[in-house]
């Protein structure tokens, strides 16, 4: 009912809806060209870095959404943008142009720019490294040309930020002065060896030290013989003063016939002499006395005779003296040889020993200087090898390979966004919709009776009859 009453309303508003959607169907229809660029892991890397060869991080491989949301902002960078303006020459005047009539090329080229980062639809895909770019106009190739246009000026900007120029340069400089002071430092350590007389001042220090431990040994084990052999020679000096110098070899005893022989016959005959005496004397006669003290001497001489018999002595050189003499004099020699040798050995170790602290000051100076050299040989390799590097990323930036590529070229889309039929379809039903609210509004907003059940209502008394505004011909008639 409140449609049949405000069908005037409805159909205004619903037609002038649905002409608008018929109009933008026929001559508004919008051309939207897409592009995919995809960030992937590769040359991010700059080949600025300490060491040799930068090591591969395993542990990142996938793109972080950081890295997506900085190639987004870099595609809506405003200098990428103005480059896209000012190579398409897109974006000419709008309807407001007479207000600014004054604008500078610049002004137009800084206003174009920012309706078209408005108009340029910029995110990442999820869940993948693909960066989704569109763009939509009235004309195909227009939009496929503006997003050609930013692909190279991105993929420009994408190589500045990444990798700032003048490595290449740079590298160059470096390695000049790198290879200048490992000269030097070559040049110092050959003099360092010339002056000091060394080659390999450590391992000549080794072979000192070892030379000195072995005469250090040597002096020990002198020391010990000496101190052995003057034990030695005491002990034989006084071997010697206790042995004779010659020794009995040879003993023989026997009887003395000779005396024993005159001593019978002398007993013999002062026997006779007594028998004689006997035959002329009484025993106790004095001659008879004495003669027999003389018997009784001569016994005696025979019995001592006879207890000592004579004995015969041989000597000769004793062997005991003789020998501990001579082990006494070798000892002696040998004790001054090794008084000798422990103090030739002294010697030498003292002057090993100097050798050994001039050699050990030696090696820690040709170390620094083999260290500075190994250094500064690193140092200029590195370089190198960085030069080489960056001559190679020069190159392959020049052939347009980097981390970041156009997975999807922008072509001229065939087909607009939406069809025609789906326009007017659409504008149909917007057409139902807006005639139907503004019908709604428009009997809401009427403050007059309608039909008696509102009169009731309002004024609150019985209606006995009511009659149409416009009478029925079949009534009039």
């Known amino acids: 009912m409140i449609l049949f009453r405000r069908r005037t309303t409805f159909i205004c508003v619903a037609g002038f809806v649905l002409a608008v959607a018929v109009l933008y169907a026929a001559v508004g229809t919008t051309y939207q060209a897409t592009m995919k660029v995809m960030v992937r892991r590769g040359r991010a890397d700059a080949p600025v870095s300490a060491g040799e060869n930068a090591p591969l991080d395993l542990t990142r491989i996938a ?214 005496l006997l035959t002329k004397f009484e025993p106790s006669h004095r001659l008879v006395q004495e003669v027999e003290q003389q018997i009784a001497q001569t016994q005696l001489s025979i019995a001592a005779a006879a207890s000592s018999p004579v004995k015969d002595e041989t000597t000769d050189r004793n062997s005991h003296y003789e020998w501990a003499k001579l082990e006494l004099e070798r000892a002696q020699v040998q004790l001054k040889a090794l008084q000798a040798r422990e103090a030739a050995t002294l010697a030498q170790e003292g002057a090993y020993r100097k050798l050994t602290q001039q050699l050990g000051e030696d090696a820690i100076t040709q170390d620094d200087l083999l260290s500075t050299e190994k250094l500064r040989q690193e140092s200029y390799l590195l370089y190198v090898r960085k030069q080489q590097e960056a001559r190679m990323d020069d190159a392959l930036d020049q052939g347009g390979i980097v981390n970041a590529t156009v997975a999807e070229q922008p072509i001229a889309p065939a087909l607009p966004i939406l069809p025609a039929w789906m326009v007017v379809a659409l504008g149909f039903l917007a057409a139902l919709g807006s005639g139907t609210g503004a019908a709604l509004a428009s009997d809401y907003l009427d403050p007059g009776f309608r039909d008696p059940d509102d009169v009731s209502a309002c004024l609150e008394v019985l209606v006995l009859a009511s009659l149409p505004i416009e009478i029925p011909r079949r009534l009039s008639a």
């Not at 972080?64 to 303006?85: A, F, G, M, Q």
């Not at 900007?157 to 003048?166: F, I, L, T």
């Not at 023989?252 to 005959?269: C, I, M, V």
């Open 63 to 276: 793109i972080t959404e950081e890295e997506l949301n900085s190639e987004v902002e870099l595609l809506h960078d405003h200098e990428v943008l103005r480059k896209v303006v000012e190579e398409t020459g897109t974006g000419g005047r709008d309807w407001l142009h007479i207000l600014r009539m004054g604008e500078g090329r610049e002004q137009r080229v800084e206003r174009v720019a920012r309706r078209l980062a408005k108009k340029l639809k910029i995110a990442p895909i999820k869940r993948t490294n693909l960066i989704s770019i569109s763009y939509a106009s009235g004309d195909p190739e227009v939009a496929a040309k503006i997003l050609r246009s930013l692909a190279k000026s991105y993929m420009e900007k994408h190589v500045a930020v990444h990798r700032p120029h003048g490595e290449t340069r740079f590298f160059e400089q470096q390695t000049a002065e790198s290879r200048r002071a490992f000269e030097d430092s070559q040049r110092k350590l050959l003099q360092f060896g010339s002056a000091h007389g060394v080659v390999v001042a450590a391992q000549q220090r080794d072979l000192a030290l070892q030379r000195m431990s072995e005469l250090d040994a040597s002096a020990r084990q002198t020391h010990i013989e000496l101190a052995e052999t003057q034990q030695r020679v005491r002990e034989l000096q006084e071997k010697v003063e206790g042995l004779p110098e010659r020794t009995t070899t040879q003993v023989r005893t026997a009887d003395n016939p000779e005396l024993l022989k005159a001593l019978n016959s002398s007993l013999l005959e002062l026997r006779l002499k007594r028998i004689q």
